[in-house]
Structures are given as structure tokens and as C-alpha cells.
């Protein structure tokens, strides 16, 4: 499954954190940082907790990321639950920390994904606005989401598209993906999308798989589905954590392999806040640690 070099040349990653709820947490949040700086990400990126009740978590870790190591560090937001003046709090707030390059989202109400949102009666209504917003401030990279699945609140495929284009018409530069393990319908995503007039980059969300049994609950909150040739390739490994993991990262480097043999060259990594199998992952793909040259050069 190994890229050759000229792909590999093409190919940009980026990896996504969240901010740790622990002391333990925090040590491994550090440790794996410090693993992974080494494959030299375009940018990585910090969660925004749900309800907005985690500004204080974020904040300090994306300022940690920003004083502590030479990344690139985008901070996500939501405008779930605040008026727009306290949005506008939270953004001036992350402006002084030295924060960029937003991942503007709407969120999920505090009661979870799936309950119906009531946007707040003074707040942006959903990210398409969060966007204009930040556009008028001015001075921010935007990055966005997109469901190459659907958003599970969305009527169908098409509204979802149609959110996408609201975000990039009003100023997103890229999008990244909800995680998805469907290359075909991805593709086929990506050429409505595109017809649809979205030009913006339109990033794969990779999630390398730590638990499948884990993941099969998660993914039905996000509208993710899980193909069966997954319970085929992990079958028998359930309580062989060496053999699992190996399957895991030769099962996303297969998807980015296939997905750059279709043309796409940006990958937006789910890490997990861990470094292990992020790490086997791209040695599977051939790149080295070294840095972006590193990345690029002949295995
Ligand atoms: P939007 O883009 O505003 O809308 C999502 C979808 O809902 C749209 O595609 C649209 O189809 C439908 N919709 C919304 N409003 C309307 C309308 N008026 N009419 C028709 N359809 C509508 N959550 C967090 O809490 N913190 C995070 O850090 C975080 N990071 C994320 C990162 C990525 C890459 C992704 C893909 C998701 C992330 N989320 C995060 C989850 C996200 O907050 C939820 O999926 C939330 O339910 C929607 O937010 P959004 O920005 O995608 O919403």
C-alpha cells in the first residue's frame, strides 16, 4: 500500500486533538504531540467542546500548542448556546492567544447529537453565519465541516450540500470531513459538490480505527457507516491488541491510498490524542518522520 514518491510529495496532512480532561490525559495529549510534530503536519487542529462550556480547555491547550511547538495550530469553535457579542468574546480571546485559522462549527445542543437545535435567539443560527462573522472581523483561515454521509439532522444529501456551498460562499477556504470509510460514495459526494459550484478543498476526515465495537456506537451518532468489510479485516483480532492495531493501520493507509489514487491529496487525521497508530499509518503509506521533505523523500 505503499505511496510512491511523487504521491507522496503531493500529500498534505493535518491531525486533530482535543483538549485533555485529566493530568493523565494531559501527559499523553504531550507525549503524542511530541511523536507526531515529527511527521511535520501542515496544521493541526484542537475540539471546541460541546455547549460551549470548554472554552477554558481549548484555549489553554491551543495556546500550549502555539507557544510549546512550531505547528501550525487551528483552534475549532462553535456558536452553540451564546449571543453572538459572547462568540465574538470567545474569538477576540483566541485572537490574543495568537490563533489564525478557525474550524468554524455550529455544534450540538448540551442535550446531545441527534436532539433538536434551537439556535440562540441573539447567536449565529448555524456555521454559515459563525463564517460570515468571522469574515467580517477579518484576518481568520476558515476551515468548515462536511458529511460526505449526510448530517443526521439533515433532510438529505442535497441540504447538505447546500450548507456546504452557504459556508464556502461566505468565506470558508476548506472543509473537512466527518470520518467515513466509503471511498465510492466519497468520490460520489465530491462530484455533487462539485457541480453544486463548491470549489473549496473538500479534506477526507481519516479515522484510524483503535476499537471497532467502540467506534460502531459512536459512528451511528455521526451518520457514519461502518461497510462490513471492516468486521471482515478485524474479525478474530478482538482480544489480540498487537494484531488489531496492524490491521488498523494498514486499513487507513489502504483508504488514503485509494482516495489519493482518485486525486484527492489533503487528509485530515483523527488522532485520538494518540500517536501509535496515526504513526504506523503514514510509515505504511512509505513517509518518513523526518519533516515535509522527509515526508516526501524515496522510502
Ligand atoms: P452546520 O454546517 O451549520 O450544519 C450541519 C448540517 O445541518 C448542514 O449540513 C445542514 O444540512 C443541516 N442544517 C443546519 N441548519 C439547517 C437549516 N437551517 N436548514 C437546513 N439544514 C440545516 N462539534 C463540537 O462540539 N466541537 C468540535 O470541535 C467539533 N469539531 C468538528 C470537526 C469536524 C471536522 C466535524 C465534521 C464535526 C465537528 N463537530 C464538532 C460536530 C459538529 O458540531 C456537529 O456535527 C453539529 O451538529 C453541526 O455543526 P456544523 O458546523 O457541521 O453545522
Known sequence: MTLDSDARRKIGISFEFFPPKSPDMEGQLWNTVSELQDWNPDFVSVTYGAGGTTKAPTLATVSRFLSDTPLATASHLTCVGATKE???GVIESFRNAGVKHFVAL???TPAGVGAPYTPHPGGYANAAELVAGLR????FEISVSAYPEKHPE??????DIEMLKRKADNGAHRALTQFFFDNDNFERYLEKVRAAGVRIPVVPGIMPILNLTQLKRFAGACGTVIPTFLDERFAGYEDKPEERAKVAADVAAEQIEDLARRGISDFHLYTMNRAPLVSAVLSNLGFKREGAKGRGAAA
Open 86 to 88: 459572547e462568540t465574538h
Open 106 to 108: 455550529r455544534g450540538d
Open 136 to 139: 467580517e472581523i477579518g484576518g
Open 154 to 159: 439533515s433532510r438529505d444529501t442535497a441540504a
